[in-house]
């Protein structure tokens, strides 16, 4: 299954939770994980796993998954990833929305893997230059957090094609420190960014598609 088609079924699968919780669609070949003991219990095939409402800890057994290529953990209250998670080497997506965390997961530098990162609704007041350091990642997710400036220091992200910075607080765009070669969607609704400011990023970055 293509990596796009992957992420558009989870999130059907994630806004479904709530509603649907009992119903299992037997037809549908590829099968979610929705407990860590599950998944431990089929670890060979287990190959996305989605948690909510697990509290602040994440057990250190999920490094045994390591076939598991999505991880999703949302609505809980952690600010940690195990040391655990580096084993995780076919993980593509990270899925990390409504939690607590106020910077970046280091482990994710060793995912060699990470295509995907959503760091959404959670307590960020900078943006994670952490994000740099993963080599692969093309779609980052830092929406609803309480980032001021974008970014604070120089920013190389090497591969990200989609990077998602709404709701946030930034009033200040420094376009001349950040580095994003293949960038192509910058989104930055529900920002106070000044009317000038949005004038000085369409000029920088002609080939980027603004989203205000």
Request: charged share 25%; proline share 5%.
């Amino acid at each position: 299954m293509k990596l796009t088609n992957r992420i558009l079924l989870i999130i059907v699968l994630l806004c479904g939770i709530a509603c649907e919780e009992d119903v299992i669609d037997t037809t549908n070949p590829y099968r979610p994980y929705y407990s860590l003991e599950e998944a431990l219990r089929d670890s060979l095939a287990a190959t996305d796993l989605i948690l909510e409402n697990i509290g602040d800890t994440l057990s250190p057994e999920v490094g045994r998954l390591r076939n598991l290529r999505g991880l999703f953990i949302r609505r809980s209250n952690i600010r940690y990833l195990p040391e655990e998670i580096k084993y995780l080497q076919s993980l593509t997506i990270l899925v990390l929305s409504n939690n607590r965390f106020a910077s970046a997961p280091y482990q994710i530098r060793q995912l060699d893997r990470l295509v995907s990162l959503w760091i959404d609704h959670n307590e960020f007041t900078k943006f994670p230059s952490e994000v740099a350091q993963s080599s692969r990642l093309s779609e980052i997710n830092v929406k609803s957090n309480h980032i001021t400036i974008f970014p604070e220091n120089h920013l190389n992200l090497r591969q990200v094609e989609f990077l998602n910075l709404d709701s946030n607080r930034i009033s200040v765009i420094n376009v001349d420190s950040l580095e994003a070669p293949h960038l192509r969607i910058l989104s930055l609704r529900g920002n106070p960014i000044p009317a000038n400011m949005k004038e000085q990023l369409r000029q920088r970055l002609p080939g980027v598609e603004l989203r205000f």
